[in-house]
């Protein structure tokens, strides 16, 4: 448990978990303006494609260009948003005064550049985590961001999502108590790699793989795992270590498919982390075990089990509870106010809407309402940060301190 | 969608080819995480909880799924017709919602489709809908394009072995073979670069009241469907054969309205022909298994 948070966050809550009404959990509703946002989305694989499926639900916003470098790409943006106007080169995005705001998609080793333009063109950006491929870049960033006019957020969509915003508030109130230690996995059965057609483009779109680029599967999964960690605790790891080797895919490949790593903490707690491109047993969650309870989170799900000598809490005669084979957990529901005065508990087992919308969301919300960013630059510079270290933890096969001037800025 | 999707894919080079395959997987996952009525943050979910507050904007493709609804329901004169969602969860074929309509509206008329807008609505609270009977279909057929922007040149992929769609033909045969079974005389369709639906109403049974029926319901008279016990659709897009192989297996018949590109079978309950040709260029009969094509590669995904 948080040495720092708990105590200041139970004299805010005046009590314990006893003064968690389920009526402070409600959902936000969606922001509204007369004007929506006008978003350029810079970047449309798979993941650009994905964030424009969700801003086409937030009626405060409209997605009026999309570019890409990569011109198949580009039309397929174009067949999934025609009224967007298409656009190569994001400098021409940029220039643009009729944009607001851009959503920055792109590899990772190419944020830097266009995150700091987009600052320096006074846009509001939403940058995909990690922030970016070395440290030097997530300082470059973050120090571009510090001062802006303009709302950064950075994709860590934990902190945006409502789910684990609830779950965090259960941390925070005591009800796991004395932190005893932290694992997370994320296990897909992938090649990793997309269709390219030629060798040139296979190159190039296969980024994750290629080792001159690629932070691996610590860099590029990890660091939205252990930011959700940082942001719970509100601290970081002292050390890093872990091994990896390519145990499924060995089709030329030298980034590992497979990867276990341990991230310490000064107080001694571990984070056990584990991630696989060769098995998809158990997908993907973060666990938090204390002395009362454990916390999984389950990106669209979230549940607490609870000690047999855990105190009984009033809240617990409406919740919802779900099996797992030995053990019964208590699912945390969003907006279990309105569902339970329906008599619709069970239906709010699960997110309404994909834990990527609620990060556009928020950033659509910062931008209206002026409040500051659910992640801002600072925040997705230190998670990247500990995911770099602990990708080169990995290859080098040996402890990494972490140096606390890391996770500053310049 | 509830079933196991496998793409089978042909030709030299295994890591292009397993790479081709999985983003043809990837548009299958994410059509069923797009259309699923059994996740809260589906699209089709959002549009349930909010077509009837406000119009839902939608993106191309999805617009044109529910365009297709639309013109196969009009067509089928509502045998085909996803309003039917309250009526399955009357019947149980919902058993993981709770949630009912005490008097649902049933009928496209209620569901407004603006072109212009590209967007979709409902004239009310009492609108549900269910694409179980056209989502398969559509996500083959986006699933197809994908094999076909990777350049894979010899494909078959399949949901729940009832919708099918091919490109090209394995190697030594003039189409996938694919066998049609559960009828007095099953036979052989070779299938090439097109598309084919079975729907079957045995294909899953469930007991309400005390009698038991498939999990097909006619949306016209709001009780399960005993017009046919298989329908067979063949045709160049799976979406537009898996909405008409249902339409077909509630009317029992062959319209006049049926596109001209679909060749369509239905079969009776004793399992004869009803309707349809006996045999067509397509069609191969034959008492003996098909060949089993040699896959250079398969892969699996079943999303719940």
Redesign the interface.
Known sequence: MSHIDRRSFMKRTGGGIAALSLAELALAAPPQTDTPIRIGMIGVG?QGRAI??EL??LDAATVTHICDSDE?RLNAGV????EAKPIADYRALLDNGAIDAVVIATPTHLHRAIAIDAIAAGKHAYCEAPLAGTIEDCKAITEAARGAQSVFQVGLQARSNPVYQLARTFFLSDSVRDLVCLRAQRHRK??W???G?SPEREKRLNWRLDPEVSIGLAGEWGTHQFDVFHWYLDRYPVRVRGGGGVRLHR?GRTIHDTIACDLEFADGAILQYQATLANSYDGRYEVLYGSNAAIKLGW?HGWMFKEADAPTQGWEVYANRQQFHNDEGITLIADATQLASQG?L?????????SLYYGLEDFVRSIIEGSPPTCPADEGMRASVIGILTNQAILEGRTLEVDESLLKGH | MGTRFEVVVGGDDE??L???A??AL?EIALWD??LSLF???S?L??IN?SAANQP??????TFALFAACRQVSLASQGAFDPTVAPLMTRFGLHPD???SIAEPLIGMQHVILDDSARSIQFTSTEVALDLGGIAKGHALDLAAACLR???VSTALVHGGTSSIITIGSPPGCDGWPIRIAHIDEPFTVELRDAAMSISSPTGRMLDTEGESHGHIIDPRHGAPSRSASLAATIGPSARDADAWSTALLVLGTLPTALPAELTAMVFSGDRRLIDGPLVSTLLRMSDTPPMEPEPCLTSTVAPS
């Open positions: 798979r424009l499926a086409q639900k198949r067949r999934r948003a025609p992938t090649t790699r997309t269709p057609g089709d669209s619709k069970k239906e709010g087992v699960g997110l309404p809407q994909p | 890591v292009h397993r790479t081709a999985e983003a990837d995480e797009r996740r809260r943050d699209l979910s959002h909880r839902v904007r939608l993106d191309p493709d919602r709770s949630d922007e990777s350049n």
